[in-house]
């Protein structure tokens, strides 16, 4: 099975500071997703990635894709306390139709 | 409503009951997934419909999770003489089209029912 490995476990930082999120896949990536999640909620979807080097941003978020490192990155801009939460990749199999999470990196933004 | 729609929001359940979780997706969308997420994890892949075809299992626990979606609409997930283990937050999702992992096709997320086995 595929598996997604996500650094760091949980983050914690004040507000107006950049961060980094990472994402690294066992296997070849074929498209990488990104989602939010809040406690008690499901998952909103931020952004997908299907090409190698390719760069996206949603407002002050910007995510990469390096499929040779089978790795992606997400970073956040001057962070806000809107954008506490879990951040989660997504990838689906390259075989067959299940779709794998990464372990999630817990975000807590410090006003 | 627009978004998909899980029922019911909290499940308690004594060991060895059936359980019926339900999932209303969007309107017109192909894909179907559950998911089984545990405190402090990420979502674990249960299985995948599209349509009323259900084309994986493969994430399914044991004989004891079942999944349907009859007309290719509403999914119902069954788990059958509950245990401790089975006690988590099960999401469901749609998309738009079939799936392909290099295709873009967000996943729409409920809320998820969740599951507390006494």
């Known amino acids: 099975s595929q598996e997604l490995e996500q650094s760091p476990q949980s983050l914690i930082v004040q507000e107006g500071k950049n961060l980094t999120i990472n994402c690294t896949s066992s296997k070849t990536l074929y498209g990488l997703y990104w989602y939010k999640q809040k406690y008690g909620e499901g998952l909103i979807f931020l952004m997908m990635?299907?090409?190698?080097?390719e760069e996206k941003s949603h407002e002050k978020i910007t995510a990469k894709l390096d499929e040779k490192k089978q790795q992606s990155s997400l970073h956040i801009t001057a962070s806000q306390p809107s954008h506490a939460g879990i951040y989660l990749c997504g990838a689906g199999a390259n075989t067959g139709n299940q779709f794998y999470f990464g372990t999630g990196t817990s975000l807590t933004v410090i006003p | 409503g627009a978004g998909v729609s899980q029922s019911p929001r909290y499940k308690v359940a004594k060991r060895g009951q059936d359980v019926a979780l339900r999932c209303d997706p969007i309107s017109g969308h192909v894909s179907l997934f559950w998911y089984q997420q545990a405190l402090g994890q990420g979502p674990e892949f249960l299985t995948y419909f599209q349509n009323e075809a259900q084309l994986d299992k493969s994430g399914l626990p044991s004989d004891r999770f079942f999944a349907e979606r009859p007309e290719g609409s509403v999914s119902t997930l069954k788990i059958q003489r509950t245990q401790q283990e089975d006690s988590a937050v099960y999401l469901c999702a749609s998309s738009l089209g079939g799936f392909r992992p290099d295709s873009n096709q967000p996943q729409h997320f409920g809320d998820g029912t969740r599951l507390s086995i006494l």
């Open positions: 990635l299907q090409k190698g080097g």
